[in-house]
Each structure stands twice: as structure tokens, then as C-alpha cells.
């Protein structure tokens, strides 16, 4: 149903965010290290390093979680263990992120990461363990029309037969 194609949507969206949020960072360090601005007192050059390392780390999280949806997509299965404690962080890390870009940036930015925060938890929630003829609606067991019957007499097990024909 929408599984595989929320599971798509989301792989390529973390992708792409992967690339920008590696990109933005990489950029501002450079922007530091050109312009030899100082923060409180902290060198540049440590500012301009730190700001590109954190936009790389911060870029492979982010790809990593999208190959967890890519596979997911693929497979056609939920994340499990690691892969699922990845997607997991990932909604913790847009609602931050959401929270502070509504004040820092504005709403399209607030909007875009409830968006990313939305996508990944239907993805979470989409694939719930179940598989399709268990989500049918139909309830387990010999309960249904091949079910037992309403006989109110008890049945011999060895003949199959009641206490009237014993």
C-alpha cells in the first residue's frame, strides 16, 4: 500500500538533507576561515574546522539513516534493531530541529522539518510487524466460518461422535 513509496520518499529526502545539511556546513566553515571572524574569543581556525567536521558527521548520520529507509524500501520489511534506533533519532532530531528553526529561520523551515518528522514516523508506524492477511481484520484461530460449532452436546474424541450414538 503506502509503504514502499513512504519508504522511498523518506530515503530520498534524508539523502538530499544529508547532502545540504553537509553542504550549509561546510560552507559557513569556509565563510569563517575567509573572513578570520572570531567568537568570543575562539580562534577561527578551530571554528572553521569544527564547523566542517560537524557538517560531515552530521551529513553521513543523516545518509546513513536514509540508506535504513532505502533498505527498508527495497526489502519491503520495517527497520530492525539498529536500523530502527537510527530512524528513531532521526524524528528526535527534526522535532529539535523544528522547535529552533521556527524561531532562528522562520515557518517554511519549521514546516520542512515537521514534514521530515511526519514522513519518518508514517514510516515507523507503517511498518508495524504485521504482515498483510494478519492486518485483514480477520480474527485468528478456528474461530472463523471452518470454526466450531454451537453444539451443546460434548463430542466423544475418538468417534467424533455424541453420547447418543455411543
Not at 13 to 41: H, I, K, P, T, Y
Not at 105 to 115: E, T
Not at 132 to 142: D, F, L, M, N, V
Amino acid at each position: 500500500m503506502v509503504r514502499r513509496p513512504v519508504a522511498w520518499i523518506v530515503a530520498v529526502v534524508l539523502l538530499a538533507e544529508a547532502l545540504g545539511v553537509a553542504g550549509l556546513n561546510w560552507f559557513l566553515g569556509v565563510v569563517v576561515d575567509r573572513q578570520d571572524m572570531s567568537l568570543a574569543g575562539l580562534d577561527p581556525d578551530v571554528m572553521a574546522t569544527s564547523s566542517k567536521i560537524g557538517g560531515v558527521v552530521f551529513g553521513l548520520y543523516f545518509a546513513l539513516c536514509g540508506l535504513v529507509a532505502l533498505l527498508a524500501a527495497l526489502r519491503d520489511r520495517p527497520a530492525a534493531g539498529l536500523g530502527r534506533v537510527l530512524l528513531i533519532s532521526a524524528a528526535v532530531v527534526h522535532a529539535l530541529l523544528g522547535a529552533f528553526v521556527w524561531g532562528l529561520v522562520g515557518w517554511p523551515a519549521f514546516l520542512f522539518m515537521v514534514l521530515v518528522l511526519g514522513l519518518i514516523v508514517l514510516l515507523l508506524m507503517t511498518y508495524d510487524g504485521r504482515t498483510e492477511a494478519e492486518g485483514s481484520g480477520a480474527p485468528p484461530g478456528p474461530a472463523g466460518p471452518a470454526g466450531p460449532t454451537d453444539s451443546a452436546e460434548p463430542t466423544d474424541a475418538v468417534s467424533g461422535r455424541g453420547p447418543a450414538s455411543a
